[in-house]
């Protein structure tokens, strides 16, 4: 549970098609507000998405115009689990899915807290959802097939756009299972 985060807020407009999506994606989850079940997003070229689907065209701006972009089609009625890696463990994209992004909640507690747990998992759970100085988080993670990955970070109580942390390993047991999709 311990949490190492190389993260910062970038200045840097980001302009790669994986940060992109990733940002997009985010923001697209986060205005579902907080409470929310893990939400997986299939990444597929733009391109190819809207020849399949012209009607489409009409909603792009001008960065989903760009050679390389990528679109985020929500992966809809995802089996309740509390197992987030064997879900992942059971998917398997077709060739046409050039990436994956997963978006999930998490409670985190500061490294003291967790030295005085329960040893029953429901009840450590109970325990940190009650910790007074528990953090809510979202975070999402953004992987391709070719070994690209993104993970964001937003806080409940920082919850704002320009307040959204970047790193490419705040969640590296994530990246690993979410990339595991894409090797099939």
């Not at 190389?6 to 205005?31: F, N, W, Y």
């Not at 939400?39 to 390389?68: C, I, M, S, Y």
């Not at 972009?69 to 987030?84: C, F, G, I």
């Amino acid at each position: 549970m311990r949490h190492h985060w190389g993260v910062h807020q970038s200045s840097r407009p980001v302009t790669d098609p994986l940060s992109i999506a990733a940002l997009d994606t985010e923001r697209h989850v986060a205005s579902g507000g907080w409470d929310q079940n893990p939400r997986l997003f299939a990444l597929v070229p733009t391109a190819e998405l809207v020849e399949r689907e012209p009607h489409l065209r009409a909603q792009l701006r001008g960065h989903d115009l760009v050679a390389g972009a990528l679109s985020a089609v929500e992966q809809e009625n995802l089996p309740p689990t509390a197992n987030l890696e064997s879900l992942l463990g059971g998917i398997a994209w077709p060739d046409s899915v050039v990436g994956a992004a997963l978006a999930v909640e998490r409670i985190v507690v500061p490294p003291e807290a967790e030295r005085d747990l329960p040893l029953h998992p429901d009840a450590a759970v109970d325990a940190l959802a009650a910790h007074p100085s528990r953090q809510d988080v979202r975070l999402l993670v953004a992987v391709t097939r070719d070994g690209q990955s993104r993970c964001l970070l937003r806080q409940r109580a920082h919850d704002s756009d320009d307040q959204v942390a970047v790193g490419e390993d705040i969640a590296p047991g994530l990246v690993h299972a979410l990339k595991a999709t894409l090797q099939g």
